[in-house]
Nanobody, 115 residues
Framework: QVQLVESGGGLVQPGGSLTLSCAAS????????MGWYRQAAGKERELVAI???????NYVDSVKGRFTISIDNAKNTVYLRMNSLKPEDTATYYC?????????WGQGTQVTVSS
């Protein structure tokens, strides 16, 4: 079992920045992957960023160059740094992990980008 707790969501103006955190109940390096998904109102949930074994990363095209996924292994925490935020980034963001082919989800944190 993997427990995931997100934090850091909130309201930010377009062009602003925000950092999301996901605290895991075990070492990041013990997980096959960790990532961030988001779901906007009326839309399908989509993968935003993923990190494999705390190393290789991938991003959805719409956030490339603006978002960065990173880890702090000492704190068992994954971060999503979001820069140059746009209104279309507004969504509930969910932390996700895979352990031996089993998926785990956090409860979500709301990000709203609005002037």
């Amino acid at each position: 079992q993997v427990q995931l707790v997100e934090s850091g969501g909130g309201l930010v103006q377009p062009g602003g920045s925000l950092t999301l955190s996901c605290a895991a109940s075990r070492s990041i390096f013990s997980l096959n992957s960790m990532g961030w998904y988001r779901q906007a109102a009326g839309k399908e949930r989509e993968l935003v960023a993923i990190i494999y074994r705390g190393s290789d990363t991938n991003y959805v095209d719409s956030v490339k160059g603006r978002f960065t996924i990173s880890i702090d292994n000492a704190k068992n925490t994954v971060y999503l740094r979001m820069n140059s935020l746009k209104p279309e980034d507004t969504a509930t963001y969910y932390c996700h992990a895979i352990l031996r082919a089993t998926p785990f989800w956090g409860q979500g944190t709301q990000v709203t980008v609005s002037s």
